[in-house]
T-cell receptor
């Protein structure tokens, strides 16, 4: 089974621009979560989607948004980029929306650099 | 507030020595706890979860609700165990993991 796939692997953007990151979950997984990883704040939860619905959202500004498609693929969008948005963005998929015997499987991440 | 604390940023041991990576959590309900590991240039991957009570690659972890701890242990460290280890807490039936800051384990020959 193919793992979680994130594209692109690297992105360089300028302050004020917007960016869209993509995530394809493991086949059959319907839950997709997004995390931001920075040296200062570590791994922080952004949001979770299940069956095209956002189930939970972390403590991030409204510039961060996401969506999930009917094939469970997910996209994350960041508008009006700031220097502090530079981070590794990780996507994780799971077969269930949470709890029980459903661990998260992570992708390799998209490294976003904002200049 | 829900929180996961990993007090050590770096743990350096020699091959064959015992290892204990500490994890304490703060949560008033019934927690689900995990250990994730990230080897050099690899993705974050699940190592252990408390509900399984299993041993993976010689590592074990026991949930101690009284001490709110989920320490990761291995009796004899190997060089290939060198990696970044993250303790994580999941609550409320969501796939929202609260991660600790991570501990880098360095096993020297």
């Amino acid at each position: 089974k193919a793992g979680v796939t994130q594209t692109p692997r690297y992105l360089i953007k300028t302050r004020g621009q917007q960016v869209t990151l993509s995530c394809s979950p493991i086949s059959g997984h319907r839950s997709v979560s997004w995390y931001q990883q920075t040296p200062g704040q570590g791994l922080q939860f952004l949001f979770e989607y299940f069956s095209e619905t956002q189930r939970n959202k972390g403590n991030f500004p409204g510039r961060f948004s996401g969506r999930q498609f009917s094939n469970s693929r997910s996209e994350m969008n960041v508008s009006t980029l700031e220097l502090g948005d530079s981070a590794l963005y990780l996507c994780a998929s799971s077969s269930e929306p949470g709890g029980g015997n459903s661990p998260l499987h992570f992708g390799n991440g998209t490294r976003l650099t904002v200049t | 507030a829900q929180r996961v604390t990993q007090p050590e940023k770096l743990l350096s041991v020699f091959k064959g020595a015992p290892v204990e990576l500490k994890c304490n959590y703060s949560y008033s309900g019934s927690p689900e706890l995990f250990w994730y590991v990230q080897y050099s240039r690899q993705r974050l991957q699940l190592l252990l979860r408390h509900i399984s009570r299993e041993s993976i690659k010689g590592f074990t972890a026991d949930l101690n609700k009284g001490e709110t701890s989920f320490h990761l242990k291995k009796p004899f460290a190997q060089e290939e165990d060198s990696a970044m280890y993250y303790c994580a807490l999941r609550t409320g039936g969501y796939n929202k993991l609260i991660f600790g800051a991570g501990t880098r384990l360095a096993v020297h020959p």
